[in-house]
């Protein structure tokens, strides 16, 4: 468990230096032959709707003015965390991909990490596109050939094995079909291509949760959805095997991060783009109900030092795109020994 005292420790860009590079609007597609951006084959789909992708837009829109011109501790570490995982292979990645959440914490954290060549920074949001290509501009570090390109991940608008590498931090729990949008994520790699994505686990906010529940119990008689549902550490390595991904890894990181208050909590959330995305959510908020939540909140999970606590489970998955260079499991009946012969050999070792 990692503690973070302070978010808002943040320090400015540098000086700004142009750079040549390429920014692409897309219509996005998915691989059943559906459209996006609104179209009438994606209102179409059979599949569950839980959460509001024109919200999440808007979101994610405010949270790129938000966070403009400033660096979040939290943000940082999880993405430094999953881009450790590149130091840990031996291969160079020349093509990669990079899918939504935290876009300007991996552009500006990669330091070569990767042997990246070409990158590709899409998003949902034309704002924090804007925002990465701005921040991109003004950085010293050139080195790599980037592209900039509006997209959903449920659609994903990239050719099949076309990437070496695809990294999401913090993006994909937002998505409806998130074993769809990785199996397009497992097309779109090259074989022995990379798959890196870190998603908040259902253990993130546990505290905002039980204070929301006992809050709306209070003052309205019932529970309303405040918080979205997220998944389970469980479920993680049934949706790299459910995506056929080749060596599926998954582990997982609690950060407990402090606040002031529960406001300045929400005020994080508007800056990460992690509020409420519900499709089926209300609307209104009562304000009775909003102060019972900050008072719940400080009087059930305050610290001796003033702050409040906030929990974020990270769970981090590595899979790979299938290669025959790759450890195969053997054809069952293929064995020579048998465990019965191994018996009587150590059997009678203590």
């Known amino acids: 468990m990692r503690r973070i005292n302070s978010l808002y420790g943040r320090i400015g860009l540098l000086k700004r230096k142009p750079e040549k590079t390429t920014f692409l609007a897309s219509l996005s597609f998915s691989t059943d032959g559906g459209y996006g951006g609104g179209g009438e084959s994606q209102q179409n789909s059979s599949r569950v709707k839980i959460f509001d992708r024109d919200l999440k837009r808007v979101h994610r829109d405010r949270a790129a003015w938000l966070s403009r011109n400033k660096n979040d501790t939290f943000v940082d570490a999880v993405a430094e965390n999953l881009l450790d995982r590149l130091e840990d292979c031996k291969k160079n990645f020349p093509s990669a991909l990079c899918l939504g959440g935290s876009l300007g914490a991996v552009q500006r954290l990669l330091r070569g990490r990767g042997g990246i060549e070409k990158l590709i920074m899409m998003d949902t949001s034309h704002d924090m596109i804007k925002s990465c290509r701005d921040a991109q501009e003004d950085s010293v570090d050139n080195s790599i050939e980037t592209s900039y390109l509006v997209g959903d991940e449920e659609f994903l608008p990239i050719k099949e094995n076309s990437v070496d590498l ?4 913090l993006g994909l729990h937002w998505t409806n079909d998130l074993p769809g949008s990785m199996i397009q994520c497992k097309l779109a790699l090259k074989p022995d291509g990379l798959f890196l994505a870190a998603i ?16 709306h119990m209070e003052r309205e008689g019932g529970i309303s959805p405040r918080l979205s549902p997220l998944a389970q550490v469980r479920d993680a390595g049934n949706l790299l095997t459910r995506a056929g991904f080749s060596l599926p890894g998954v582990d997982v990181d609690e950060y407990v991060v402090k606040y002031k208050s529960a406001l300045d909590l929400i005020e994080h959330l508007r ?18 109900t909003a102060l019972a939540t900050a008072a719940i909140y400080d009087s059930m999970f305050a ?3 003033g702050t409040i606590p906030a929990t974020f489970q990270v769970i981090y998955m590595t899979g790979w795109r299938e290669h025959s260079s790759h450890p195969q499991a053997k054809r069952r009946g293929s064995a020579t020994v048998s465990f019965t012969d191994i018996q009587k050999q150590f059997g009678g070792q203590s």
């Open 271 to 288: 800056a990460m783009g992690e509020t409420n995305g519900l499709l089926q959510r209300n609307k209104i908020l009562n304000r009775e």
């Open 166 to 169: 695809i990294i999401s931090s």
């Open 303 to 305: 610290t001796e030092d």
């Open 200 to 215: 908040l686990g259902g253990e993130t906010l546990k505290e905002l949760r039980i204070a929301c529940t006992l809050a």
